[in-house]
């Protein structure tokens, strides 16, 4: 396998949102993001992180026997490497997630790989970075993920879902933001607008909160 990566870190945890929630996974981290979403989480991964061989990180990742493999940033899709890569964990036999922004072109992924793809909302400072064309691209086994810190997120979040027929076409996925939008408060919505989305909170701070590296 040709291409080099530029790496944040490899680990192993708990798979902290998504439809695999709670299932111990390799999360495989990638530098570099060319967007600077609000209440981003991982900014640490903008920067910094060591060049690998996409072979050094593909074994790195094997190393951890678990067959379920994440591969996020940063955004994975700003480096060409990510895609052979990606290819080569789904030839090894993993289950291989992608966390992508949804600024990016999802078509290149490769076949196979369950594709989790964000929706900015306006609280993020990012809406107008949306690929829209990725709606169109989606399959079930891919995720649609708004990451909401308001009802205004909320309300946006809602139309995007019904004006591209999102909950038909795979699992919806509305995301509070940790400390701007109450998980309880947003709960109260979906069920009162009975949506046909999902509450996805994220676990890995439930159950490691204030740690944000390696976990």
């Not at 990012?126 to 810190?149: C, G, I, M, Q």
């Not at 909320?154 to 999102?166: D, I, N, P």
């Not at 709960?187 to 159950?207: E, F, G, P, T």
Request: glycine share 8%.
């Amino acid at each position: 396998m040709n291409g080099a990566l530029r790496v944040s870190e490899i680990y192993a945890s708990v798979q902290g949102e998504s439809t695999r929630a709670g299932e111990p996974c390799v999360f495989l981290r990638l530098t570099g993001c060319p967007l600077r979403c609000a209440w981003c989480d991982t900014a640490y991964a903008f920067i910094g992180g060591e060049d690998m061989a996409a072979d050094e990180a593909l074994q790195k990742a094997l190393s951890f026997g678990l067959p379920l493999v994440e591969v996020t940033g940063g955004e994975p899709l700003a480096q060409a490497a990510s895609i052979p890569l990606m290819e080569a964990l789904l030839k090894a036999g993993l289950t291989v997630l992608l966390e992508t922004s949804g600024a990016l072109d999802i078509s290149q992924v490769p076949k196979g790989v369950h594709r989790i793809v964000d929706v900015k909302c306006p609280g993020s400072g990012e809406e107008t970075r949306n690929r829209w064309e990725n709606l169109a691209n989606l399959t079930p086994d891919d995720e649609v993920k708004f990451v909401l810190s308001d009802e205004a997120d909320y309300q946006y979040a809602k139309r995007v879902m019904f004006e591209h027929g999102l909950e038909g076409k795979c699992p919806v996925l509305f995301s509070p933001v940790a400390g701007f939008l109450d998980p309880a408060q947003l709960a109260d919505w979906m069920v009162r607008d009975r949506l046909r989305a999902r509450l996805n909170l994220q676990l890995h701070k439930v159950l490691w909160p204030g740690e944000s590296k390696g976990r």
